[in-house]
C-alpha cells in the first residue's frame, strides 16, 4: 500500500521569499508520479506540477519546482518569491502503477504568506 | 472545453435520506474520479472509472454509496441513508489517462447531513 506523508501541518512564509512544502510517499513500485495542487479558500483544487519516477531533471513551473529525490522518496514543493495569492492548502499527491493507477492524496499543508 | 461540472453545488439533507451527485467530466477525459474530503484534511479516495468501467472502489466505502458512469460520460454518486458523518465536500475529477493523471476537479459539492 502507498502512503503520502505531509508533515507540517501549516507554514508561515514572508512575502517575497522561498518555501519549501515537504512531502515523502512510500512505494514498492518502480514508476509512479507525483503531483502538487493548490486549494485556496475557495475550495478549487489547481494542478501546480508534476514529476514522474523516471524523470532526471525535477520539474519547474513557474515559481514551483519540486525537489525530488528519489532514493528518500521525497518530492518537496518549492515555491519562490512567495505571494500574497499563495496563502493556500497545499497537496501532495502520488499516482500508483500497480493495479488501476490510482491517484491519493497526502492531508495537505496550510501555507499562509505574510505581508 | 467547459472543464469538470459538478450538481448541486451544495445540499443539505436530513438523516435517513438518500442523496444523488452528478459528475459531468471533460468530455475526452476518460478517467473520473470522486474523492470526499473532510475540513483540514485531504481528497480521500473514494472510486474510479476508466470510461464505463467502475476499477475500484475504497474499502472504506460502505454499501451505502454506489457510483456509476454510464456510457462512460457523466457519473452520479448516490447515497442511500445519510448519516451526519457523510456530511463532507465531494469531489469529481477527471483525467485523459494513458500514463497522463493530471487530475482536472469540478468545484465539488457540499453535502450538509442535518
Known sequence: AQKITQTQPGMFVQEKEAVTLDCTYDTSDQSYGLFWYKQPSS??????IYQGSYDEQNATE??????FQKARKSANLVISASQLGDSAMYF?????????????????TKLQVIP | DTGVSQN?????TKR?????????????HNRLY????????????LTYFQN????????????????ERPKGSFSTLEIQRTEQGDSAM????????????????GSGTQLSVL
Request: aromatic residues 14%; positive net charge.
Open chain 1, 43 to 48: 475550495g478549487e483544487m489547481i494542478f501546480l
Open chain 2, 90 to 105: 465531494y469531489l469529481c475529477a477527471s483525467s485523459l489517462g494513458e500514463g497522463n493523471e493530471k487530475l482536472f476537479f
Open chain 1, 62 to 67: 513557474g515559481r514551483y519546482s519540486l525537489n
Open chain 2, 52 to 67: 464505463e468501467a467502475q476499477l475500484e472502489k475504497s474499502r472504506l466505502l460502505s454499501d451505502r454509496f454506489s457510483a
Open chain 1, 92 to 108: 501532495c499527491a502520488m499516482r500508483e502503477a500497480r493495479g488501476y493507477q490510482k491517484v491519493t492524496f497526502g492531508t495537505g
Open chain 2, 34 to 45: 470522486w474523492y470526499r474530503q473532510t475540513l483540514g484534511q485531504g481528497p480521500e479516495f
Open chain 2, 16 to 28: 435517513g435520506q438518500n442523496v444523488t451527485f452528478r459528475c459531468d467530466p471533460i468530455s475526452e
Open chain 2, 8 to 12: 448541486p453545488r451544495h445540499k443539505i
